[in-house]
């Protein structure tokens, strides 16, 4: 089979690449366009190659995403007959530790507490928050939930876990579906949001679902900044000030063709905490994860179990 990889890879991602599926497949790249492709292994279809070059893939079968989220995917561009692929978890152990880090930070104050002092105010008296017999909720029980969650274990925290399916073969003191949201919202001290953004979950954290929320609690972010509404976030955090939001994912980024900016002024907040969508961002994760997408390319080949297949109706 023909496969063409449509970012720009660097010698040593060729060589992953390479090594992987000699033999069992020709590797061509986005400066050796071959007239028929089998494979295309991307980060983004559209962007990469361009919509007139896109639809010219007659012949394609499988498109492997090296990135775990796919909504970008242009589906509308792609023939139904065509397999795509996320790359869900691969990024999942930096992003678990970025999350309880963002959850300290903002329980702890840190942040908050050297901007104070930078200012000479010395704020001896505004309590912190300790995690232990709290209760986290997860929203997205997937590979980052998971990890999450086995960092927190020492905590001595309870995890309420929200999946597809509501089940999970780790141990767990409550595992359900998007139907239990408002269970687990009332219920928790902490909220981490990371869902896939698909039709379901634009959106699905409005003033509603914060006024369910406790007061005083921590809301993390790490899936896309659009399943939570930017404007009902932020008059949630100004009206309560004892609730605190770490955000590391945005409303419009680089990271999707747009110039970072807000509508409203998070970063004049205290209780606010931002990443730039770095939490992936350590060194060597993106040969790993391109390591874990042409396995999974592999395994098309070889005409075996494709992992992280994509359901095109949880995006049209």
């Keep these: 089979m023909k496969v063409l990889v449509s970012f720009n890879a660097s010698e040593k991602q060729r060589n992953i690449i390479e ?22 292994i991307t980060l983004d279809p559209k962007r990469e190659l361009g919509e007139e070059r896109l639809i010219s893939l007659s012949s394609l079968k499988f498109i492997q995403c090296v990135y775990s989220g796919v909504e970008h995917i242009p589906y509308e561009l792609i023939p139904e007959n065509v397999l795509i692929a996320g790359n869900f978890g691969a990024y999942s152990v930096p992003i678990a530790e970025h999350i309880v880090g963002m959850i300290l930070d903002l ?30 909720g997860i929203l997205g029980f997937g590979g980052i939930g998971k990890e999450t969650a086995k960092l927190l274990k020492p905590f001595d925290v309870k995890i309420l876990a929200i999946n597809r399916t509501g089940k999970t073969d780790l141990e767990v003191d409550f ?14 001290d902490v909220l981490v949001i990371s869902l896939p953004l698909t039709k379901r979950t634009r959106n699905l954290i409005t003033k509603r679902e914060l006024n369910l929320m406790k007061r005083d609690a921590i809301l993390i972010n790490v899936a896309r900044a659009h399943i939570v509404s930017e404007k009902d976030l932020y ?24 110039e970072f900016s807000l509508n409203y002024p998070f970063f004049e907040l205290e209780n606010f905490l931002g990443s730039p969508h770095n939490s992936n961002i350590v060194e060597g994760m993106f040969e790993e994860a391109l390591e874990m997408a042409v396995k999974n390319v592999l395994s098309f080949i070889k005409g075996e179990g494709v992992r992280n297949l994509v359901n095109r109706e949880d995006y049209l």
């Design 107 to 136: 329980a702890k104050r840190l942040t908050a507490n050297h901007i104070k002092l930078s200012r000479g105010i010395y704020d001896r008296n505004t309590p912190n928050k300790m995690l232990k017999g709290k209760t986290v």
């Design 235 to 258: 008059e949630h955090l100004v009206e309560n000030p004892n609730f605190q939001a770490g955000f590391d994912v945005w409303w419009r980024e680089p990271f999707m063709g747009e």
């Design 175 to 188: 595992i359900g579906t998007l139907e239990d949201l408002d269970f687990v919202l009332k219920e928790s």
């Design 19 to 40: 090594k992987l599926l000699n033999g069992y497949a020709e590797v061509y790249y986005k400066e050796d366009f071959p007239n028929e492709v089998d494979i295309l």
